[in-house]
């Protein structure tokens, strides 16, 4: 089976001069129909910037240096143009950003944002658009969603406006769903919630996703395979099992260490150096 995205040799990097600093290095993954990759590593590894560079929204002014990003056996995402690139966001390719809070229009209403994906990309009419909104706002455990469409963002607590997020994001039935630290900012029980919901979503429509995040909690609760980012190089990949139960890097053993142990659970002993 051919995989539904292929990455590899992602470089993106920062002008510095004459010269780039490199912030992403030849980084190399793959994804399947309907499985969830997790990108897992420390903050400034270069995890959430190669995300965006799948839908080319690297922030300015960080350039994509090279690489290729194979969509469906066929194009090349880091090339698409303006037209391309209307194709894909939000149809084929989704995201949910890490803060809800910045990723939401303040001065727009919930309904109006969740109208206009649905005008706009899946071309449904105004009232097709407010139907289906109060569908997706049903899908996502939002209660009295009618009422709601009205609200602001400001209105809604941390976990409603991250499950209007993922409301926007599946609008149009993507094959491919990037989670960017979807539950760093909201508490315990509601991360649970927000996990088991995209994995409901995900069952239901086969949609695959890529999960970035620091916690290992995160990861092994929602992913199938595992890469870990070090440095803007992935430095280890493989099974969730294999990767978390048996670190063959330093640097995975080293970030599994410093998960706090609960009693009687078994830690594996780190490599040793010079592997």
Request: charged share 20%.
């Amino acid at each position: 089976m051919s995989a539904l995205l292929a990455v590899s040799g992602l470089t993106i990097g920062f002008p510095t001069g004459s010269d780039h600093e490199l912030a992403v290095r030849g980084v190399g993954f793959e994804v399947m129909a309907g499985e969830t990759l997790g990108i897992v590593g420390e903050s400034g590894s270069g995890k959430s910037l190669s995300l965006r560079a799948l839908l080319g929204i690297v922030p300015a002014p960080g350039v994509v240096l090279g690489g290729s990003a194979t969509w469906r056996g066929a194009s090349d995402l880091l090339t698409l143009g303006r037209r391309g690139w209307r194709e894909v966001r939000g149809r084929q390719i989704a995201m949910i950003f890490q803060d809800p809070q910045d990723s939401l229009n303040p001065v727009y209403t919930v309904g109006d944002q969740l109208g206009e994906v649905l005008t706009r990309r899946a071309g449904l009419t105004r009232g097709d658009a407010r139907r289906r909104a109060v569908e997706l706002l049903t899908r996502v455990g939002i209660p009295a969603p009618e009422r709601r469409l009205r609200d602001y963002p400001h209105h809604l607590s941390g976990g409603m406006r991250q499950r209007v997020m993922i409301a926007m994001a599946i609008a149009c039935e993507p094959a491919l769903l990037l989670a960017d630290e979807p539950t760093t900012a909201l508490d315990v029980t509601i991360q649970d919630q927000i996990l088991r919901l995209l994995a409901d979503i995900q069952a239901e429509s086969g949609m695959a996703a890529i999960m970035v995040s620091h916690d290992l909690g995160v990861i092994a609760q929602s992913c199938d395979r595992v890469a870990v980012m070090c440095a803007g190089r992935v430095v280890e990949s493989g099974t969730v099992d294999e990767v978390l139960s048996a670190p063959r890097d330093p640097y995975t053993a080293g970030l599994l260490a410093a998960v706090p142990a609960m009693p009687g659970d078994p830690r594996p002993a780190p490599p040793p150096r010079g592997r």
